[in-house]
């Protein structure tokens, strides 16, 4: 399953693109967790793959790396539980360039789309020193997401678009991922922005946390990431039921805005 066609596919029907994040390795039951996230309404789910240092990442996902990883999470486990979920939509594993180096970038590339994953999201690694992974992933049929932030200047942010495979996460703040009590001024500037370069789905991610925070960022793009606000629920001791209710809960309300 091709990610951005299935995206493409799904926003020319009228639908706003929903993926939220899940962090692998976190319980026993993560996998029913991605199982429950795609049938309550997401559109693909990204998966984090477990690291010591997610500079990318507040408190929340933090600590469910953290827990992840005293569980015995591993990079390539990870990807081998993900070669057995088949949930019926795109897969997105995102994870920190460390691990790819470490595998070197054909053997992961290659072992994500055995795997059957569509894209991978790799936030330190940045546009200029993208060469050797996207490579080896364009080769495997891999879609490599780029981040675009709202400091990313023009020529940038087109040069990004431009590059992006599946689709251009727009970044909605300044900071790192957590939840919010409101959507971040830059959020909907962002959304504008990379819509006014780009045909390519733009997502926008980081600090959206409630239904009506969905909606918002979504009216100016495509859709939405939604991660740490579905991560406290399953660090809080909820399982698969609670993560597709509150998948269930955004899916309603992008659907009626």
């Known amino acids: 399953m091709r990610l951005e066609a299935h995206l493409r596919a799904r926003r020319a029907e009228g639908r706003r693109l929903l993926v939220p994040y899940v962090t692998g390795g976190l319980g026993a039951a993560w996998c029913d967790v991605v199982r429950a996230v795609a049938d309550a309404g997401a559109d693909a789910v990204e998966v984090g ?21 005293e569980l015995g999470a591993t990079p390539l486990g990870i990807v081998d539980a993900l070669a057995r979920l088949d949930p019926g939509i795109p897969l997105v594993v995102m994870t920190y360039y460390n691990p790819v180096l470490r595998a070197g970038h054909v053997r992961f590339a290659s072992r994500l789309a055995q795997a059957g994953v569509d894209g991978a999201i790799v936030p330190d690694l940045p546009l200029d020193e993208l060469d050797g992974w996207a490579d080896a992933a364009d080769a495997a049929g891999l879609e490599t997401v780029l981040l675009a932030a709202p400091t990313t200047p023009e020529d940038r942010l087109r040069a990004i678009c431009e590059r992006a495979r599946g689709f251009v996460y727009g970044v909605a703040l300044l900071g790192v991922t957590g939840e919010r009590d409101r959507l971040a001024a830059e959020a909907t500037e962002m959304g504008r922005r990379c819509k006014a370069v780009t045909d390519r789905p733009v997502l926008l991610g980081v600090g959206i946390s409630t239904p009506a925070q969905a909606v918002e960022a979504a009216g100016a793009a495509d859709g939405v990431i939604v991660g740490s606000a579905l991560v406290r629920r399953l660090l809080d001791g909820g399982g698969p ?17």
Request: glycine share 2%; no cysteine.
């Open 49 to 69: 793959i477990p690291f010591s240092d997610p500079v990318m990442d507040g408190r929340t996902i933090q600590e469910a790396s953290q827990r992840a990883l």
């Open 241 to 257: 039921d609670d993560a597709a209710s509150f998948v269930a809960e955004l899916r309603d309300a992008l659907d009626r805005a």
